[in-house]
């Protein structure tokens, strides 16, 4: 295979992993509007790719703090660093079902994000990327050993 | 949403051709990997209610202990778990079958449970998928328990749903003794998406 084919073949299976990723990656702009979807939030969410592009992320999902995550979001664009939200301050940023819906305890996907920035050539930063995980057992678990702990203290 | 309370003929001979299919091509593929016979029963569409849930499930397996893992998937307003029960009693057939000279430990064990729970669940449910047209995400798996009575892997006190749809296959593999039971549960609100889906296949 020449160079510049298995660039293309290289780039497409990027895509492919992106899309199929069982991690959540939004791109959005400085309005907030989103720009990509991939397949993660395309599932849990219900909003097709064309549904949510070009739409704003605060009036899509109303359960975003918007204040709150602005504040987060204009630390990535002004200082190009990343930002984080862990499930134990906020259990989710977009409230999915959990991904195991019959044998699961959790009423709603408990989630990490991790926002970075997202440079153009000029090094500016225009865009951001919101990457979601979804960290409901864990965060499962840790709730289980507070209660065992708590049951133990009080004895 | 209206409730779903029963499914028509048609819509269950649906679910069951479907799953037919697929379960087809899982076996296809593990006939392929391990080299034996594998046998197919008749898938069971049944609608369960959270109250007859842990009965339905006693009643498929009745070892004295079972090891389980589940996986849940999602895709274009579909969700619902893979739920793959073991009979422990089939556990050395398996190493055989699989090649593992010999299973030692318990995460030797856990190693060869994976193994068999990710090529049923994933060859079906990307079977269903496809017939469906949807791409399924599918999450990690979970271990639900080993070595234990059936009555102890589940939690339904804090089950958060109501009746689910339960497409239950009982695989076995010719000249072994491999035993083992998938559950498809599907949400009620899957239900619902999926009817219309199929809709369109009963209609031709």
Same mark, same amino acid.
């Given at each position: 295979m020449s160079d510049s084919k298995l660039e293309m073949t290289e780039f497409h299976w990027l895509m492919d992993v992106l899309q199929n990723i069982d991690v959540g990656l939004v791109v959005l702009d400085r309005d907030y509007s989103i720009k990509l979807w991939n397949g993660f939030m395309e599932n849990h969410s219900g909003l097709r790719p064309d549904q949510a592009k070009g739409k704003n992320l605060f009036s899509l999902f109303n359960e975003i703090d918007k204040s709150w995550f602005q504040k987060k979001a204009e630390s990535v664009f002004l200082l190009n660093v990343r930002a984080f939200t862990i499930s134990e301050q906020r259990p989710y940023l977009f409230k999915f #079902? #959990? #991904? *195991?819906? =019959?044998?699961? +305890? @959790? $009423?709603f996907m408990y989630q990490n994000a991790t926002i970075i920035p997202l440079n153009n050539a000029d090094g500016s930063t225009e865009h951001i990327c919101l990457i979601v995980y979804d960290v409901t057992n864990s965060a499962m678990s840790k709730h289980d050993l507070l209660g065992v702990q708590s049951l133990l203290g009080s004895h | 949403m209206s409730e779903i309370t029963a499914l028509t003929e048609d819509e269950r001979d649906c679910y069951q051709e479907i799953t037919n299919v697929a379960m087809g091509q899982a076996a296809d593929r593990l006939a392929r990997l391990l080299n034996v016979y594998v046998v197919l029963p008749i898938p069971n569409v049944n609608i369960i209610e959270r109250s007859e849930f842990k009965m339905t499930i006693k009643s498929l397996e009745d070892a004295p202990s079972v090891s389980a893992v589940c996986q849940g998937f999602i895709g274009a307003g579909i969700a619902g778990e893979a739920l793959l029960i073991f009979n422990d009693l089939s556990f050395s057939d398996i190493a055989k079958l699989l090649d593992y $000279? &010999?299973? %030692?430990n318990s995460n030797e064990e856990l190693e060869m449970l994976m193994d068999v729970a990710n090529v049923l669940n994933g060859a079906c449910i990307q079977g269903i998928g496809k017939q469906l047209d949807i791409n399924f995400s599918q999450s990690h798996p979970v271990v639900?328990? %080993? *070595? +234990?009575? =059936? &009555? $102890?892997?589940?939690?339904?006190? *804090? @089950?958060?749903? $109501?009746r689910t749809m339960a497409i239950e296959i009982n695989y076995t593999i010719e000249d072994h003794n491999v035993n083992c039971d998938l559950l498809l549960l599907f949400t009620e609100e899957s239900v619902h998406h999926m009817n219309r889906l199929i809709s369109f296949l009963l209609e031709d």
């Open positions: #079902n #959990n #991904n *195991h819906p =019959i044998t699961g +305890r @959790a $009423e | $000279e &010999s299973v %030692q639900l328990g %080993q *070595h +234990r009575p =059936i &009555s $102890e892997l589940l939690d339904d006190k *804090h @089950a958060t749903w $109501e």
